[in-house]
């Protein structure tokens, strides 16, 4: 049972949007930002969410390694692919652009595909696919991000978590959304771990000395020190549970991230420069978006993808299991869940919330604080 108190989701909106503004970020960009985030939350997907406004948004802008003015520039364009510069702004912010240009196109020429290089945390991948879904059409995303997967056989720290992240369109209520990291676990979910002062579970993370570490503060510290790695899809350090697929798929995601864009990859996304102090995280990000109506239409797409969505839910279930679930169809039950209370906020976020709050001088009181 869920025992954090509720913020609306309206007060939790109209407060991220001053709260960005308040930073510098203009005000229509910080509407998609703060929406970003709250979909996370409203997906069940708390590691991106309100989790991350903070430490990973807000911090970076103060630090200087993230700006809230997101200038986009346009390297290169066709009528089916685009190309862009984001200048370091708010990775959010080019990819809402992005996508918004890929579904007109693809909309008239049936497909479309675009990079950005030197962008930032674009939030949930599965935002942007679903922009496609939400419009009748197929959605495929991925984004390169600082070193935490070590290679089979390895332990350094050397890819980003890395998601390949699908999003179709059905006949039923939500779409069918894959949207997960190509480690066993995201970094975002340790760094909710640390704050909630929950262990890792053992087999996730290996350190340089092959053990595997459990302690979820520690392992970040580790991470950033370069002497653990997350384990790739599978595990790691040897490939006895096929961990190379996960390896395989976060390398497809850093080619397409870094290579498409003719932007950075790997250690150079470490966030710091050669004399340990910060600097910007130069992130890529690749899209592309298929319009059904080129193949067998979109009507034909959404029953046949809601059918075999429905046949797997009915196949036969293990023992003691009573149910199957397909993609996207637990963060859609989630929202149902959620919609009538609002966000669910701990301690710590609860924390960081008034102390965004009192900085700016914003009048807000939450319902916590009663």
Not at 341 to 347: C, I, M, N, T
Request: hydrophobic share 40%; with cysteine.
């Amino acid at each position: 049972m869920e025992t954090r108190p509720y913020v609306s989701w309206e007060l939790m909106n109209s407060f991220l949007i001053d709260a960005f503004v308040g930073y510098g970020v203009p005000r229509d960009d910080a509407a998609i930002c703060a929406d970003v985030l709250l979909e996370s939350d409203r997906r069940g997907i708390e590691s991106h969410g309100c989790n991350r406004f903070k430490p990973i948004y807000i911090d970076r802008i103060v630090k200087g390694t993230l700006l809230p003015v997101t200038n986009l520039e346009v390297v290169r364009e066709t009528p089916t692919t685009l190309v862009m510069d984001a200048h370091d702004g708010m990775g959010m912010v080019a990819a809402h652009h992005m996508m918004t240009r890929l579904i007109e196109k693809a909309r008239e020429y049936g497909m479309a595909g675009g990079a950005i290089r030197n962008s930032t945390h674009y939030g949930i991948a599965g935002y942007w696919a679903t922009m496609a879904s939400n419009a009748g059409m197929l959605g495929l995303t991925g984004t390169n991000a600082r070193p935490s997967i070590a290679p089979t056989f390895g332990v350094e720290n050397m890819l980003g978590t890395n998601p390949l992240t699908f999003a179709f369109p059905t006949d039923e209520e939500f779409p069918f959304c894959i949207d997960c990291a190509t480690s066993i676990v995201q970094r975002g979910k340790i760094e909710y771990d640390a704050r909630e002062g929950i262990e890792v579970p053992a087999g996730m993370v290996v350190a340089s000395d092959g053990s595997s570490p459990t302690d979820a503060a520690a392992i970040l510290d580790m991470l950033v020190e370069g002497t653990a790695a997350l384990a790739p899809l599978g595990g790691g350090p040897g490939d006895e549970m096929c961990g190379y697929k996960g390896y395989g798929y976060a390398t497809v995601v850093e080619i397409l991230s870094a290579a498409l864009a003719g932007g950075r990859f790997m250690k150079a996304l470490n966030g710091i420069d050669a004399n340990g102090n910060p600097e910007m995280y130069h992130l890529g990000h690749f899209f592309f978006v298929v319009n059904p109506e080129a193949f067998c239409g979109e009507e034909t797409f959404r029953h046949i993808a809601g059918d075999i969505c429905r046949a797997l839910r009915a196949s036969t279930k293990a023992p003691g299991y009573d149910r199957i679930y397909t993609a996207g169809e637990k963060e859609w039950l989630a929202w149902q869940e959620r919609k009538d209370k609002g966000v669910p906020v701990g301690e710590a976020v609860q924390a960081e919330l008034i102390q965004v709050r009192d900085h700016l001088g914003l009048p807000y009181v939450f319902p916590f604080e009663a």
